[in-house]
């Protein structure tokens, strides 16, 4: 375990896993393994299942997905990890009221995921001391990974009075900000500085802001020292394709930030290209209705999905999804890696 807190402190992208159906809305078990053999060889420092990209309806006990993805996963980062040095930091996705929460990550942990990305979603309803009280109880038994989820699409507003005695639990290892607000994104970032845990590691989940939010230094002044903070990686749907180019781009980032330099120009321009492309694969013209199916379709054009399928038939693509994709990619080519894939795809989707 110390190795894995070890690289996740040190900073990683990390996919957040979609999930591969057939037509008729089916688990597809060989394009689910080629789907994690394309992150591993991408060079993707772990992986979260069960998440929010993975769809949060696996849990339905008519589709019955949530054991069977997260087996899959594993078995592949076993795989991963007989060729690697530092082994592949593993995150399940937890959600549900208390009892359901603590049941998954039980579940997680014996399906041999040492953290657990907390979703508070369901518990919308619940006052402050309430909502602690139940991160203590999954804390209990699964390492906790922080999760601020954006209202569009389930989150709930977290003050930064929660985050402040979220980072006295002990057994939290991390936090993916993602409340795609800089406001919100600051309240937690603060919370921890002023908690003093140096030791929690903090993850972009702005799917909005990625690139700038892995170059920005945050200083505040605690107990009359100053305490600087920095996102040292990425927890993102967005990373879930092109992940060859964003390790890439995360390794350019950490660059700049280790070495405290000035921000290239050129960094910045692709910040803005990154948030437009995204702005495309998760559908912000139309509150996010499209976001899951725009990433299965950069994948089904890449040939690693067959299509766009969701367990919800009424999630679809939305109108005027494709073309603005086909713009994008004729406009960054750079932020791409289709080439990648196509030079690996077989091998990825080999028995």
């Known amino acids: 375990m110390l190795r894995i807190l070890t690289s996740l402190q040190q900073g990683a992208v990390i996919p957040a896993h979609p999930l591969a159906l057939d037509a008729n809305r089916r688990l597809d078990e060989r394009r689910q393994r080629a789907l994690s053999r394309y992150y591993v060889a991408a060079g993707a420092g772990g992986l979260a299942i069960g998440v929010h990209t993975t769809q949060f309806a696996i849990r339905d006990p008519k589709y019955g997905l949530y054991q069977p993805v997260l087996d899959l996963a594993r078995e592949e980062m076993d795989r991963a990890d007989a060729k690697r040095t530092n082994p592949m930091i593993r995150i399940a996705g ?5 009892e359901q929460a603590v049941r998954e990550a039980m579940c997680a942990q014996d399906a041999g995921y040492s953290i657990g990305l907390l979703s508070l979603s369901a518990m919308r309803d619940a006052d402050e001391d309430t909502l602690i009280a139940h991160c203590r109880a999954v804390a209990d038994v699964i390492h906790l990974f922080g999760f601020y989820l954006q209202p569009a699409v389930g989150g709930c507003r977290l003050p930064h009075s929660f985050w402040r005695r979220f980072a006295e639990i002990e ?12 406001y919100q994104t600051f309240d937690v970032v603060r919370a921890v500085a002023e908690a003093g ?5 903090l993850y972009t989940g702005n799917d909005d802001n990625i690139v700038l939010d892995l170059l ?10 100053t305490i600087e903070k920095r996102m040292v990686g990425g927890l993102l749907g967005h990373w879930a394709v092109w992940t060859r180019q964003a390790v890439v781009l995360h390794a350019a980032c950490r660059r700049v930030a280790e070495k405290d330099a000035p921000v290239p120009p050129d960094l910045l321009a692709l910040a803005m290209e990154v948030t437009d492309a995204n702005a495309v694969l998760f559908d912000t013209a ?5 976001c899951i199916p725009g990433i299965h379709e950069v994948l089904r054009r890449q040939g690693l999905l067959e299509g766009v399928w969701c367990l919800d038939p009424n999630e679809t693509l939305s109108p005027g999804q494709s073309e603005e994709m086909d713009r994008i990619t004729k406009a960054y080519p750079h932020l791409m890696d289709d080439t990648f894939v196509m030079e690996h795809r077989r091998e990825w989707l080999a028995g």
């Not at 057994?171 to 800089?182: E, L």
């Not at 139309?286 to 499209?290: D, E, K, R, S």
């Open 197 to 201: 845990r140096h030791d929690i590691a």
């Open 216 to 225: 920005t230094p945050y200083r505040f002044n605690v107990g009359g020292k």
């Open 94 to 98: 937890i959600c549900g009221r208390t």
């Open 171 to 182: 057994n939290v290892v991390a936090i993916k900000i993602a409340p795609f607000n800089r």
């Open 286 to 290: 139309n509150q996010f209705a499209g």
